[in-house]
C-alpha cells in the first residue's frame, strides 16, 4: 500500500471504525455504569454553602492543603500534560477543522507556534510523569500492564502528530497517517480502560460531593 | 457458622452501587491517596495504598457488572475473587484502615474510597473475614449491650457516683424530655466525668433530658465490622429508645463512628428518616454557646491543642463549634498542623483499636500524630472522642510522650460553677 | 549545432537552455555542458510515444514549453518515431511507421507511455487498429531500452483507476515487469519535467536517480508544501477559511480548504506552471495531490487533510448499537443486584464465623 492510500484509509474506513467503536463503546459504558443506580440517603441532611456534588466537579481540580508539596510531579505534570493535551486537540486549526466536520461549528484557533509549543510542554511533561510512575514505589506498586498501555496510547497521537509538523523522521504523508492511526487507537480502547475517568471523572466527583454535602462537608 | 465466599460475593454484588462503578472506572492510578494515608506514610508500605485495599471488590464488580468482564469470565480470562484471598485482605480492610476519609478528600478523579472500604466490609464480614477483636466487641454489643461488656447494673452504678458526686440527679427512662443522652462503654467505664459533665451543662442550660436502660451505649460495632444486618440491630435499639421515650434529639457522646452510625447511617438502616434530630455532643454545646446557654468562668492557662475526631470533622462537618468552644475556655489555643479538615487520625478509628494483631502498625501509624505534636509542642491535648482518648494515650506512653489528654466536654464543663441543689427534705 | 542555428537558435542560447535544465534537476554546473555536448552531437535515437486510456493532457503539456522554439529542439534532437497527436501519418501508413521503428531499433528506442491499461474485458476497453492496449504495450515493450510512464495514469492508473476502476485500468509496471520505467506522474506533468527527464536520458546514457515510487528524485525528492512559497502562513497557523475571505485575499495557507501540499512530491512550486507564469497554489486553489497514486479517491479536493476523507457511514449506527447493549446490560445489571438482594440472608452474629 503505497503512503497515500494509508493516509486515505487511515482518514476514511480506519476514522469511520475507530468512532464507531469509540461511541459504542463511550455509550455501553456510560449506562452500564450509572444504571447500577444509588439508594437514597434518608438521614436528615446539612445544608451548607459550598457543599454539593457541583462543588466538588469544580473544586476537586484544586489540591487539598498540603497535598502538592508531597507529591508535586503528580499534579504540575498532571496539568501540563492535560492542559497541554487541551490546547493541542482542541485549539490547533486542522484539528478544528476535523472538529468542524463532524460537530457543523467550529470556534477560533491558537496561532501554530503556540500549539506547538503546548505540544512540546505536553510531551515533556508525559515524559516525566512515566518517569514518575517507573521511580515512585506506589506508582510502580499499582500500575499494570494497562497503565503502560495506556500511557503509550496516549503519548503517540501528541509525539507523532508534532513529529508530522516538524517533519521529523518519516516522510509527512506517512507521519500524518500514523498520528491518525494512533488517534484511532487511543479512540478505540479509550473506553475500556482507564482513560474512561475522562468521561467518568465527573459523576464521581460528583457522587463525593453529594453525599458529603449531604452531611454539609464541602469536600 | 455460615459465613461463607458465596455469602461474601452475594453481600458485595448486593452494595455495588452506581458511585462504586464510576469510581472503579475513575481511578488512574496516581497513588495521591497514598499519600494521604497514615498507614502508608508512616510505614512506606505501598500495600496500604487506600484504593489497592479494595482490589477484589474492583475484580468482583469488573467481572459481575461490566459487559467487557462479563465476556473476559465466560471466556475463562477473569481471576475470581478467592476466600484466601479475602482472608488476605484482612489486614488491609480493617487493621490499615480507620475509615478516617483523607484518601476521598485528595482523590483527583473524586473517588470516594472510605465509602467503598465501608461497602467492601459488608462483604468481608459475610464471608467471615471479619478480624477477631471487632467480632468480640460486635457480639458483646448485641448480647451484652456494649462491645466492653457493660452491662446496665454497672451503669447506674457510675450514675450514683456521679449524682453524689456532682450533687444532681442523672434522669432516666424520663418520657418527653428533650434529649436522649447517649453514653460509649469508654466513657462509662474510663472517663465517667463526661456523666456529671453533662448534667451540668444541662442544668445550666435549663435543658431536660435522660438516659434510657434499654439503650445506653451509642458504639456501633456492627458498623465497624462493616456488617448492616448487626449494626442495624444496634441502631434500632437507640430508635426505639428514642421514640418510646418520644424524645427531641439524640445526643451522640464523644465518639466517632457512633456519630456516624447514628446520624447518617441510622435512618439508611432503618430505611426510613427518623422522627428526631441526632446530634453530637459537641454540636449540642455549640448550639448552647451560640444561644448563650452556656455560661463559663475562668480560663485553662497551659498551652493547648486540640485533635479533630475524623468522623466528627472530615466525615462528620463538626469543624468550627470545637474551636469556639476551647476559645470559650482558654487563652493559650494554638492550632497543630493539618487541623481541622484535614486533620490525620489517631490510628484507631474504625474499629482498629479493637484488632490485636494490629497494635504494632497502629503504634508505627501514630508517628504521624506524634509529628503534629512535636510540631506545636502543646502542655496538654484535648479532643472530643474517647476512642481518640485511650488510642492517643497508649501512643503517647509508647514514645514516651508525657502529654495528658482531656476531653472537650469535661473542660468545658470544669469551668461551669458547681450548681447549688437544695438536698430534698426529711434526708 | 547547424540545425539549432538553422531553427534561430544561438549557441548561447542553447547552452543557457541546458545550463537551467541542469540546474533545475540539481546536476553539477558541468553537467549543462555535457548536455548541450551530448543533446548537439547525438544520432537522434528513436522515441515511440503510445497512448493509452488516456485523455491527451499529457501531450498537451509537452507542447506546451517555456520557449517553443526550444522545446521543439527536442523533438529535433529526438527522432519522434509515432506519436498519433502530432504525426502527420494516420491510418496503415501510421501502423507502418511504428513496426519500421521498432524493427530498426529494437532494443534501443524509448517508448514513452501515457494513459492507464485497461485489463477489463480482455483489455477491449481501449484498443488501437483493433489491437487492445494491453497486447501493444507487451509487444512494443520488448524492443524498448526504457520506459517512460508519462502522466499520473501511465505511472499508477491515474483517474480510470479511481474508485470502482469499471476498466480494470492499471500502471504501465503492474504489465511490465522486466524493462527499467520512470514514472512521471502529474495530471499533467510539469512540461519541463517530461523534457528534463528525457534530456537526462540522452545525455548521460541512464535514467535519472528514482525514489521508491520510480520518480525522478531531481523532480520528486520534495513535497509542494515544502517548497511553497505559503509555508510561513501555514507554520503560524494563518489559514484562508473561505476562497474569497479576507485569509484567502492575503494570500494565506490554503490547507483548509483542501490543499494537498504536504501530502504531494512535484516540482510545481519551483518550476511553475505557463512558462513560470503561476500554479494552483499562487493563483488561490489548492494543490490537488495529482502526482500520487490514488489521488482521486484521498477524499474531497476540498476537505483539509485532517477531516474525515469519507463520510462516517457506521458511526450513527454504532451510537444506536451502544445504547441498545447499554440499556440491554443495565437490565441485566439491576436484575443481578435485585437478586442478590432478594437473595439475602440476614446475618446474626453466629455468621460472622466460617
Redesign the interface.
Known amino acids: 500500500m503505497g503512503e497515500l492510500q494509508f493516509l486515505t484509509w487511515v482518514r476514511g474506513t480506519g476514522l469511520n471504525l475507530a468512532i464507531s467503536i469509540f461511541l459504542l463503546g463511550v455509550l455501553v459504558r456510560i449506562i452500564e455504569i450509572y444504571s447500577l443506580g444509588r439508594k437514597k440517603d434518608l438521614a436528615e441532611p446539612r445544608s451548607v454553602a459550598g457543599a454539593s456534588g457541583m462543588n466538588t466537579v469544580f473544586r476537586r481540580s484544586i489540591p487539598a492543603d498540603g497535598m502538592l508539596k508531597t507529591s508535586p510531579i503528580t499534579y504540575i505534570g498532571g496539568y501540563v500534560f492535560h492542559i497541554g493535551l487541551g490546547v493541542v486537540v482542541f485549539l490547533f486549526a486542522p484539528h478544528i477543522k476535523f472538529f468542524q466536520d463532524l460537530l457543523g461549528f467550529s470556534w477560533p484557533g491558537l496561532p501554530s507556534q503556540a500549539v506547538d509549543f503546548a505540544a512540546v510542554l505536553t510531551i515533556v511533561a508525559l515524559l516525566l510523569i512515566l518517569i514518575d510512575r517507573i521511580s515512585k514505589p506506589v506508582k510502580r506498586y499499582l500500575s499494570t500492564f494497562q497503565d503502560w498501555f495506556t500511557w503509550t496510547l496516549t503519548f503517540l497521537p501528541v509525539l507523532t502528530g508534532w513529529m508530522a509538523v516538524q517533519h521529523l523522521l518519516l516522510p509527512y504523508t506517512t507521519m500524518l497517517a500514523l498520528h491518525i492511526l494512533t488517534v484511532e487507537l487511543l479512540l478505540v480502547f479509550l473506553p475500556f480502560t482507564k482513560l474512561f475517568h475522562a468521561f467518568t471523572v465527573f459523576g464521581s466527583r460528583w457522587y463525593n460531593g453529594t453525599v458529603n454535602g449531604h452531611k454539609g462537608v464541602a469536600v | 457458622m455460615s459465613a461463607s465466599l458465596e455469602k461474601g460475593v452475594r453481600v458485595l454484588k448486593e452494595v455495588i452501587d452506581a458511585p462504586i462503578a464510576s469510581y472503579f472506572s475513575s481511578c488512574v492510578h496516581c497513588g495521591l491517596c497514598a499519600e494521604a494515608c497514615l498507614f502508608y506514610t508512616e510505614t512506606g508500605d505501598p500495600k496500604y495504598t487506600p484504593i489497592h485495599k479494595l482490589e477484589p471488590m474492583r475484580r468482583l464488580y469488573e467481572q459481575e457488572y461490566t459487559v467487557l468482564g462479563r465476556l473476559k469470565k465466560l471466556i475463562g480470562l477473569s481471576k475470581a475473587v478467592t476466600d484466601a484471598e479475602l482472608a488476605e485482605w484482612q489486614e488491609l480492610v480493617y487493621n490499615s484502615c480507620t475509615l478516617c476519609g483523607r484518601c476521598s478528600v485528595v482523590c483527583p478523579v473524586g473517588n470516594d474510597i472510605v465509602y467503598m472500604v465501608r461497602k467492601f466490609r459488608e462483604g468481608m464480614s459475610a464471608s467471615g473475614n471479619a478480624p477477631d477483636g471487632i467480632k468480640g466487641a460486635a457480639n458483646r454489643t448485641i448480647t451484652i449491650g456494649s462491645p466492653m461488656g457493660v452491662k446496665l447494673p454497672a451503669v447506674k452504678a457510675q450514675m450514683r457516683h456521679v449524682e453524689e458526686d456532682y450533687g444532681l440527679p442523672i434522669p432516666m427512662d424520663v418520657e418527653g424530655a428533650e434529649y436522649l443522652v447517649m453514653l460509649s462503654s469508654m466513657e462509662i467505664m474510663n472517663f465517667p466525668e463526661y456523666l456529671g459533665a453533662i448534667a451540668k451543662i444541662m442544668h445550666q442550660a435549663g435543658k431536660t433530658w435522660t438516659l434510657c436502660s434499654t439503650a445506653f451505649e451509642a458504639t456501633n460495632a456492627g458498623m465497624q465490622i462493616g456488617n448492616s444486618d448487626l449494626a442495624r440491630v444496634i441502631v434500632s435499639r437507640i430508635v426505639d429508645a428514642a421514640e418510646k421515650l418520644k424524645v427531641k434529639t439524640v445526643i451522640s457522646p464523644e465518639c466517632g463512628h457512633a456519630y456516624t452510625a447514628l446520624r447518617w447511617e441510622g435512618a439508611n438502616l432503618m430505611g426510613r428518616s427518623f422522627g428526631f434530630k441526632v446530634r453530637h455532643i459537641i454540636e449540642v454545646l455549640g448550639e448552647f454557646q451560640e444561644q448563650g446557654l452556656l455560661k463559663t468562668e475562668g480560663f485553662e492557662t497551659d498551652r493547648l491543642t486540640f485533635h479533630d475526631p475524623c468522623q466528627l470533622a472530615r466525615r462528620g462537618g463538626v469543624i468550627k463549634q470545637q474551636r469556639n468552644l476551647m476559645n470559650m475556655v482558654s487563652k493559650n489555643f494554638v492550632e497543630m498542623p493539618d487541623a481541622g479538615f484535614m486533620n490525620w487520625c489517631c490510628g484507631g478509628g474504625g474499629g482498629a483499636s479493637a484488632i490485636e494483631e494490629g497494635e504494632e502498625l497502629r503504634l508505627e501509624a501514630f508517628k504521624k500524630k506524634k509529628s503534629q505534636l512535636d510540631t506545636v509542642k502543646p502542655d496538654r491535648l484535648v479532643t472530643a472522642c474517647a476512642n481518640c482518648r485511650i488510642v492517643m494515650e497508649e501512643g503517647l506512653e509508647h514514645y514516651q510522650m508525657n502529654l495528658p489528654v482531656v476531653g472537650l466536654t469535661e473542660m468545658i464543663a470544669d469551668h461551669i460553677p458547681n450548681p447549688v441543689v437544695a438536698k430534698p427534705e426529711g434526708n | 549545432m547547424a540545425g539549432l542555428a538553422q531553427h534561430g537558435v544561438s549557441r548561447r542560447s542553447f547552452l543557457k537552455f541546458c545550463t537551467t535544465l541542469a540546474s533545475a534537476m540539481a546536476l553539477p554546473p558541468a553537467a549543462g555542458l555535457a548536455m548541450a555536448e551530448a543533446m548537439a552531437a547525438a544520432r537522434r535515437p528513436s522515441v515511440i510515444w503510445l497512448p493509452f486510456q488516456e485523455c491527451t493532457g499529457c501531450t498537451e503539456s509537452i507542447t506546451r514549453s517555456h520557449s517553443p522554439t526550444i522545446e521543439s529542439l527536442i523533438f529535433n534532437v529526438i527522432s519522434l518515431d509515432y506519436q498519433e497527436t502530432l504525426m502527420a501519418a494516420a491510418g496503415h501508413q501510421a501502423e507502418e511507421a511504428l513496426q519500421h521503428a521498432i524493427k530498426e531499433n529494437f532494443g534501443k528506442y524509448i517508448l514513452i507511455v501515457d494513459g492507464s491499461v485497461p485489463l477489463g474485458q480482455g483489455g477491449a476497453y481501449s484498443t488501437i487498429g483493433g489491437r487492445s492496449n494491453l497486447e501493444t504495450l507487451k509487444e512494443v515493450a520488448k524492443g524498448a531500452a526504457a520506459i517512460v510512464a508519462m502522466g499520473s495514469c501511465a505511472a499508477y492508473g491515474g483517474i480510470p483507476k479511481a474508485n470502482p476502476n469499471p476498466t480494470g485500468a492499471v500502471s504501465v509496471s503492474d504489465v511490465i515487469k522486466d524493462k527499467p520505467i520512470v514514472n512521471v506522474p502529474g495530471c499533467p506533468p510539469i512540461p519541463v519535467v517530461m523534457t528534463g527527464v528525457l534530456a537526462h536520458y540522452l545525455t548521460f546514457g541512464t535514467l535519472p536517480e528514482l525514489d521508491k515510487?520510480g520518480r525522478p528524485k531531481a523532480f520528486y525528492g520534495e513535497?509542494i508544501?515544502?517548497r511553497c512559497y505559503r509555508r510561513a502562513f501555514?507554520?503560524?497557523?494563518?489559514?484562508a477559511k473561505t476562497f474569497d475571505d479576507e485569509g484567502a485575499r492575503n494570500g494565506w495557507c490554503l490547507?483548509?480548504l483542501g490543499c494537498k501540499g504536504?501530502?504531494t512530491y512535484n516540482a510545481c512550486a519551483t518550476t511553475k506552471w505557463n512558462g513560470g507564469t503561476s500554479w494552483p497554489v499562487e493563483s488561490g486553489h489548492g494543490c490537488l495531490?495529482c502526482s500520487?497514486?490514488?489521488?482521486w479517491?484521498?477524499?474531497s479536493f476540498y476537505?483539509?487533510?485532517?477531516?474525515?476523507?469519507?463520510p462516517?457511514?457506521?458511526?450513527a449506527?454504532?451510537?444506536a448499537?451502544?445504547?441498545a447493549?447499554?440499556?440491554a446490560?443495565?437490565f441485566a445489571?439491576?436484575a443481578?443486584?435485585s437478586a442478590?438482594?432478594a437473595?439475602?440472608?440476614?446475618?446474626?452474629?453466629?455468621?460472622?464465623?466460617?
Open positions: 515510487l513535497t508544501h515544502d501555514y507554520d503560524q497557523g494563518k489559514f490547507f483548509e504536504p501530502v495531490g500520487e497514486p490514488d489521488f479517491d484521498a477524499g476537505k483539509a487533510l485532517s477531516m474525515p476523507a469519507d462516517l457511514k457506521t458511526v449506527g454504532a451510537a448499537v451502544g445504547a447493549v447499554g440499556v446490560v443495565s445489571n439491576r443481578k443486584k442478590a438482594k437473595a439475602h440472608e440476614t446475618t446474626t452474629l453466629p455468621d460472622l464465623e466460617k
